[in-house]
């Protein structure tokens, strides 16, 4: 009996891990995306103040309570699907209030598991109503079954960027990723790019960005830095206006020459490699206010 009940644990744990890997696929590159538009057609001009935000809003799970499990901590889900819904709105309205004229949103669950199905997108749609908006899938995983307690389950998730302006194309870049079994907790890590007109036949070129954060490696960050750089770098050369935004799971307030030991999403962001043509705004405070900032992402 003990034989007959190992044997089927066997080949059931057999075949979910041939069912990870068969269902693994990589979303193409250069993958156009889809424009929805909601807002009235207005102009991008020179010599005028604009604000763009950027926000990780967790697949609306991380109320103060809350730690991931992939972090040391214990919680893969959101604690209830009204929870999330809560915070996805609070979110939503807490940005609102800066009144942007650019947002881009990570984590942003379309139909997932650790989110109760909620789409995410459509709750933050409502709040952006006056907006046009390009949505990018960054996370799309078969069933995983881990934790063993609560598993994280199947994932669709991506990054929704919104503007106040008109975006006439936009365009899904696929970011050199792990090969090795970790690829499958970390998949399918992009950026957008959306192209807003400005005046004088220039453009405002937006990168919408989130980064590898677990079993990735210096391969792995050096490739998509590298790729990032490049793509920004030939926009600046074309005379266009370049902003790139998101989570780039490098720490961005740490000394690049720190050689500590650091988790995997809190290296150095390797500010000396990047071209000329950029900066950080960051580093663009007076002193005071950058001291003032809190460690982020």
């Given at each position: 009996i003990v034989g007959i009940i190992l044997g089927i644990i066997i080949l059931a744990l057999i075949g979910y891990?041939?069912?990870?890997?068969?269902?693994?696929?990589?979303?193409?590159?250069?993958?156009?995306?889809?424009?929805?538009?909601?807002?009235?057609?207005?102009?991008?001009?020179?010599?005028?103040?604009?604000?763009?935000?950027?926000?990780?809003?967790?697949?609306?799970?991380?109320?103060?309570?809350?730690?991931?499990?992939?972090?040391?901590?214990?919680?893969?889900?959101?604690?209830?699907?009204?929870?999330?819904?809560?915070?996805?709105?609070?979110?939503?309205?807490?940005?609102?209030?800066?009144?942007?004229?650019?947002?881009?949103?990570?984590?942003?669950?379309?139909?997932?598991?650790?989110?109760?199905?909620?789409?995410?997108?459509?709750?933050?749609?409502?709040?952006?109503?006056?907006?046009?908006?390009?949505?990018?899938v960054n996370y799309d995983s078969a069933y995983l079954f881990y934790p063993f307690n609560e598993p994280i389950g199947k994932s669709y998730s991506g990054i929704a960027f919104y503007s106040k302006y008109l975006i006439t194309s936009a365009v899904r870049r696929s970011f050199p990723i792990s090969t090795s079994f970790s690829k499958i907790l970390d998949l399918d890590r992009c950026y957008s790019v959306s192209r807003i007109p400005a005046d004088g036949g220039k453009e405002l070129v937006v990168y919408s960005v989130h980064m590898s954060a677990y079993g990735n490696s210096d391969e792995i960050r050096e490739g998509q830095t590298s790729m990032l750089f490049n793509d920004m770098k030939e926009e600046r050369q074309k005379g266009n206006y370049v902003i790139c935004g998101g989570d780039f799971n490098h720490n961005l307030k740490l000394d690049e020459n720190d050689n500590a030991e650091h988790e995997g999403w809190a290296y150095p962001f390797p500010r000396s490699k990047m071209p000329k043509e950029l900066s950080f705004a960051m580093d663009q405070l007076s002193k005071d206010k950058y001291d003032s900032l809190a460690p982020s992402n």
């Open positions: 891990i041939i069912y990870l890997f068969a269902s693994y696929h990589r979303i193409e590159d250069n993958l156009p995306l889809e424009v929805e538009s909601h807002a009235a057609d207005a102009e991008l001009t020179t010599e005028k103040e604009y604000s763009a935000l950027t926000y990780n809003i967790g697949f609306g799970a991380y109320t103060p309570d809350f730690s991931f499990f992939m972090d040391g901590g214990k919680n893969s889900r959101c604690f209830s699907k009204q929870s999330g819904i809560d915070a996805i709105n609070g979110a939503a309205d807490y940005a609102m209030e800066e009144k942007p004229d650019f947002m881009i949103f990570q984590e942003v669950d379309r139909k997932s598991t650790r989110s109760y199905h909620v789409n995410q997108e459509n709750l933050i749609t409502e709040k952006f109503a006056n907006y046009y908006e390009d949505f990018a």
